[in-house]
């Protein structure tokens, strides 16, 4: 009688699924983008909006820092509010900031949404994952999208803001809008995550930039039932679930609810904390970005402390505690993935 052996799972898979990598796994968040030369000769001649929305422009811009960095997972180069054009809330993203003409503030304005099919109206975001995994099938590719609670805000605010008040207005005034809104938002990002998944994504990543808009009960509330939501809706399709929240340290006990296999903490949250705290959970991060603006030895030091902490949880994938930013010399993710890849936990 023969035994077959599987094949060892990538680092990154293996720490998604409570494993022990054979390395320290580490991606960044916005790993393509405005820090690398090569991006920035690519947006010469392209918008950002014509980048997510062609597929062969996409798919090369994902590949620019897989190209130069031993990374361990790459992520399809696309923006969270890519679903809501369709939808029939298209964002202007040409002066740099995305903005929204008309928000969606009102009762009749909400009513304007519509869940669309994503392989009918985001079919180009499948398509540059299918060339991505085309050229480099063995690295894990994530797919991602927003979470309902931040494409909410967004769709309100018609863009960033200082204090969300019009987004809050409606919640205090009209919460029964509010969570109206978030379920449709939770239906769409549910359907575009699968289509991401089917199209050769092994990984999935929910971006919560907004959690901390929220006091704590609020969020449990309003925005954990979403997320439950999609978290169930993808579970059939068994690819490791990861929800990233920003400034979600007091939220913890919620996200542990939220059916996702990793939590993604940013900077300000103690991982080594949250490990315990959650000791059933997979964590990913989460060094300050600007820490890759200083001198190389606080890089090394403070990357192996996060290293050191993420010991401590079921599995650790190391990434920034938000997105890489655009001052970011490249030589210094060179020295974070190299540190990274060196730490060997203690016995």
Same mark, same amino acid.
Request: proline share 8%; with cysteine; glycine share 6%.
């Given at each position: 009688?023969?035994?077959?052996?599987?094949?060892?799972?990538?680092?990154?898979?293996?720490?998604?699924?409570?494993?022990?990598?054979?390395?320290?796994?580490?991606?960044?968040?916005? /790993?393509?983008?405005?820090?690398?030369?090569?991006?920035?000769?690519?947006?010469?001649?392209?918008?950002?909006?014509?980048?997510?929305?062609?597929?062969?422009?996409?798919?090369?811009?994902?590949?620019?820092?897989?190209?130069?960095?031993?990374?361990?997972?790459?992520?399809?180069?696309?923006?969270? %509010?890519?679903?809501?054009?369709?939808?029939?809330?298209?964002?202007?993203?040409?002066?740099?900031?995305?903005?929204?003409?008309?928000?969606?503030?009102?009762?009749?304005? %909400?009513?304007?949404?519509?869940?669309?099919?994503?392989?009918?109206?985001?079919?180009?975001?499948?398509?540059?994952?299918?060339?991505?995994?085309?050229?480099?099938?063995?690295?894990?590719?994530?797919?991602?999208?927003?979470?309902?609670?931040?494409?909410?805000?967004?769709?309100?605010?018609?863009?960033?803001?200082?204090?969300?008040?019009?987004?809050?207005?409606?919640?205090?005034?009209?919460?029964?809008?509010?969570?109206?809104?978030?379920?449709?938002?939770?239906? /769409?990002?549910?359907?575009?995550?699968?289509? /991401?998944?089917?199209?050769?994504?092994?990984?999935?990543?929910?971006?919560?930039?907004?959690?901390?808009?929220?006091?704590?009960?609020?969020?449990?509330?309003?925005?954990?039932?979403?997320?439950?939501?999609?978290?169930?809706? %993808?579970?059939?399709?068994?690819?490791?679930?990861?929800?990233?929240?920003?400034?979600?340290?007091?939220?913890?006990?919620?996200?542990?609810?939220?059916?996702?296999?990793?939590?993604?903490?940013?900077?300000?949250?103690?991982?080594?904390?949250?490990?315990?705290?959650?000791?059933?959970?997979?964590?990913?991060?989460?060094?300050?970005?600007?820490?890759?603006?200083?001198?190389?030895?606080?890089?090394?030091?403070?990357?192996?402390?996060?290293?050191?902490?993420?010991?401590?949880?079921?599995?650790?994938?190391?990434?920034?505690?938000?997105?890489?930013?655009?001052?970011?010399?490249?030589?210094?993710?060179?020295?974070?993935?190299?540190?990274?890849?060196?730490?060997?936990?203690?016995?």
């Amino acid at each position: 009688m023969t035994t077959t052996t599987r094949p060892a799972l990538p680092p990154f898979l293996a720490a998604l699924r409570g494993q022990t990598p054979s390395r320290r796994p580490v991606w960044i968040m916005r /790993q393509a983008g405005r820090y690398l030369p090569e991006y920035r000769a690519v947006r010469e001649r392209a918008s950002f909006h014509t980048l997510c929305t062609t597929p062969d422009l996409a798919c090369e811009v994902t590949l620019q820092p897989l190209r130069r960095y031993d990374l361990d997972a790459g992520i399809i180069f696309s923006d969270i %509010l890519t679903p809501l054009a369709p939808m029939g809330a298209a964002f202007d993203f040409s002066q740099g900031a995305p903005r929204l003409a008309a928000p969606l503030r009102h009762e009749h304005d %909400l009513a304007r949404l519509r869940v669309v099919e994503p392989l009918e109206e985001l079919a180009f975001v499948g398509e540059a994952i299918e060339l991505v995994r085309r050229a480099r099938p063995e690295i894990p590719l994530i797919g991602f999208a927003g979470a309902p609670l931040t494409l909410a805000a967004y769709l309100v605010e018609g863009g960033g803001s200082q204090d969300f008040r019009h987004f809050k207005t409606l919640l205090y005034s009209r919460p029964d809008l509010v969570c109206s809104l978030l379920a449709t938002l939770a239906d /769409q990002v549910a359907r575009h995550l699968a289509m /991401q998944v089917e199209a050769g994504c092994a990984a999935v990543q929910i971006f919560d930039s907004w959690a901390s808009i929220l006091h704590p009960s609020d969020y449990r509330r309003l925005a954990l039932p979403p997320l439950q939501t999609i978290m169930t809706a %993808l579970a059939p399709l068994q690819v490791p679930r990861i929800l990233f929240s920003r400034g979600g340290s007091d939220n913890l006990a919620a996200l542990r609810e939220s059916g996702a296999e990793c939590l993604a903490l940013d900077w300000t949250c103690d991982l080594g904390a949250a490990a315990i705290a959650a000791p059933d959970h997979v964590l990913q991060g989460n060094l300050d970005p600007v820490v890759l603006c200083g001198d190389a030895s606080e890089i090394a030091r403070r990357a192996r402390a996060v290293c050191r902490a993420g010991d401590r949880a079921r599995a650790h994938v190391f990434n920034l505690g938000h997105g890489i930013l655009p001052a970011t010399p490249p030589e210094a993710v060179s020295l974070l993935v190299e540190t990274v890849h060196a730490h060997q936990p203690e016995a």
